[in-house]
């Protein structure tokens, strides 16, 4: 009896370690979050910010540069020049040059696509990811990360973050990971607009329905 209590609590801790780590605590990394996505400036600098610093690895395999470009409101010109950095044309998804076997020989691991990680992961998933690298010389990156164990992921944005203040670098990742939410759901602010076109018809018709119920009912009585 008393072997199997010691058993059940050896599979209890387990489980409990597991379960800790797989509901890690975020909250402290995310910080100074305040992703928006209704902002068109915010998710246009998140896009500079995503071509500029990320693009050179990750891919948006879902995303085109003219939808992004027009969901935005980019001109054509400010693409060309300020977005597309390979020699993809406006029409085309927006992939890059690293092919997967490279990827994985280099890092480990393949940088992967992120047009859906906001919603595979979370919104605070990423933003707790760019916001937690910590030195570590056994890595051999350099750096460890507190969101995601033994990352092969450099920390890309380690200059950056030397160079903007505390402020100043969680805005530039509100942008960018705003811009991936866009990139994982491009329709979101056209549904949330049409939403309030509907209510506001709804409304309107029933002013008018009841308007005509009660002078139908005046010449009835
Ligand atoms: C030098 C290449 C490189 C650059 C540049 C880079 N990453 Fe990564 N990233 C990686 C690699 C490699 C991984 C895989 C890490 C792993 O799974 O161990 C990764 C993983 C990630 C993940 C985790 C995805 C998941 O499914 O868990 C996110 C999110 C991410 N990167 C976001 C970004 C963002 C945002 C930028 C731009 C600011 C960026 N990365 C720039 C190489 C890069």
Redesign the pocket.
């Given at each position: 009896m008393k072997s199997l209590f010691a058993i059940y609590s050896v599979f209890a801790f387990i489980s409990g370690a597991t379960f800790a780590a797989g509901s890690m605590d975020l909250d402290e990394y995310i910080e100074g979050m305040n992703v928006k996505t209704s902002d068109s400036k915010s998710l246009q600098r998140g896009a500079r910010?995503?071509f500029n610093?990320?693009s050179?690895?990750?891919t948006l395999q879902y995303m085109r540069y003219n939808q992004i470009a027009e969901d935005l409101g980019i001109s054509e010109d400010q693409l060309m020049q300020n977005l597309i950095f390979t020699d993809s044309s406006p029409q085309d998804l927006v992939m890059n040059n690293m092919l997967k076997e490279d990827?994985d020989r280099w890092?480990?691991?393949?940088?992967?696509d992120?047009t859906l990680?906001t919603r595979?992961?979370s919104p605070e998933?990423?933003y707790g990811?760019?916001n937690s690298f910590y030195p570590d010389n056994n890595s051999p990156t350099g750096v460890n990360n507190h969101v995601?164990e033994?990352?092969?992921?450099?920390h890309?944005?380690w200059d950056l973050q030397e160079r903007l203040s505390d402020e100043e670098y969680s805005q530039f990742l509100n942008d960018?990971?705003g811009f991936?939410v866009y990139a994982g759901e491009p329709i979101v602010e056209k549904r949330k607009s049409m939403g309030v076109w509907v209510i506001g018809f709804l409304l309107i018709f029933l002013i008018f329905s009841y308007a005509l119920y009660k002078d139908i009912w005046r010449e009835v009585k």
């Open positions: 910010n995503f610093y990320c050179g690895c990750h990827g890092f480990g691991k393949a940088p992967p992120l990680v595979r992961k998933y990423v990811l760019l995601q033994a990352s092969s992921m450099p890309v944005l960018t990971v991936l």
